[in-house]
């Protein structure tokens, strides 16, 4: 069983940048894939990104590309993502999620998953 925490959340201007962290426990974490989603108000849930259980291959959506960054820290159970640019369009919860089939944007609700955070940009 993996248990997921996220934190990093908060208000920022647009154009500013912010650092999420997910920290995870309770599984051996260089054995998952993970990926981090949003859900905006009154919107279904979106993928944003996903990298492997070793770090070395990522993936994006493409609404993202080039202003977030996954990346993930083996030894302290951590998985990052980098905000920079931000949209008021990126506001939302943010949710950072596990399997262990490697899968890097397919997640499954019977995945592992956390509380979410939630990032706020004001214009």
């Known amino acids: 069983q993996v248990h997921l925490v996220e934190s990093g959340g908060g208000l920022v201007q647009a154009g500013g940048s912010l650092r999420l962290s997910c920290v995870a426990s309770?599984?051996?974490?260089?054995?998952?894939?993970m990926g981090w989603f949003r859900q905006a108000p009154g919107r279904e849930r979106e993928f944003v990104a996903g990298?492997?259980?070793?770090?070395?291959?990522?993936y994006y959506a493409v609404s993202v590309k080039g202003r977030l960054t996954i990346s993930r820290d083996n030894v302290k159970n951590t998985v990052y993502l980098q905000m920079n640019s931000l949209k008021v369009e990126d506001t939302a919860v943010y949710y950072c999620a596990a399997n262990d089939r490697g899968a890097l944007v397919y997640f499954r609700p019977s995945d592992y998953w956390g509380q979410g955070t939630t990032v706020t940009v004001s214009s």
């Open positions: 309770g599984g051996t974490f260089s054995r998952y894939a």
């Open positions: 990298i492997t259980g070793s770090g070395g291959s990522t």
